[in-house]
């Protein structure tokens, strides 16, 4: 069973970075585009991130873009996402997730991890 286990979630002041990794297993997703959203309390869940499945081709949220990095370890089936400069509207739960092609929409992905927490303060 295809399945994504996020981590590297946790606590952070507002201008640190964190890392978060997005680890596949049941299945391997190396020819899958994979990305990254996010969802904050009262929000619907957003587009981050996204990188292609040889990590040539990389796609990011204006509000990310310069801050943050996707990339992909293919021999590993892990997907990174690199935080810099991080903001408190940056918090929210960050979710990986795996499709055939490239999408920001969230409801063409058919597979999902359960969510790493990111926090922080100002």
């Known amino acids: 069973q295809a399945q994504l286990v996020e981590s590297g979630g946790g606590l952070v002041q507002a201008g640190g970075s964190l890392r978060l990794s997005c680890a596949a297993s049941?299945?391997?997703?190396?020819?899958?585009?994979r990305a990254w959203f996010r969802q904050a309390p009262g929000k619907e869940r957003e587009f981050v991130a996204a990188?292609?499945?040889?990590?040539?081709?990389?796609y990011y949220a204006d509000s990310v873009k310069g801050r943050f990095t996707i990339s992909r370890d293919n021999a590993k089936n892990t997907v990174y996402l690199q935080m810099n400069s991080l903001k408190p509207e940056d918090a929210a739960v960050y979710y990986c997730?795996?499709?055939?092609?490239?999408?920001?929409?969230?409801?063409?992905?058919?597979?999902w991890g359960q969510g790493t927490q990111v926090t922080v303060s100002s």
């Open positions: 997730a795996a499709k055939v092609a490239p999408s920001a929409i969230t409801d063409e992905y058919p597979y």
């Open positions: 049941g299945r391997t997703f190396r020819s899958y585009y």
């Open positions: 990188v292609a499945w040889s990590g040539g081709s990389t």
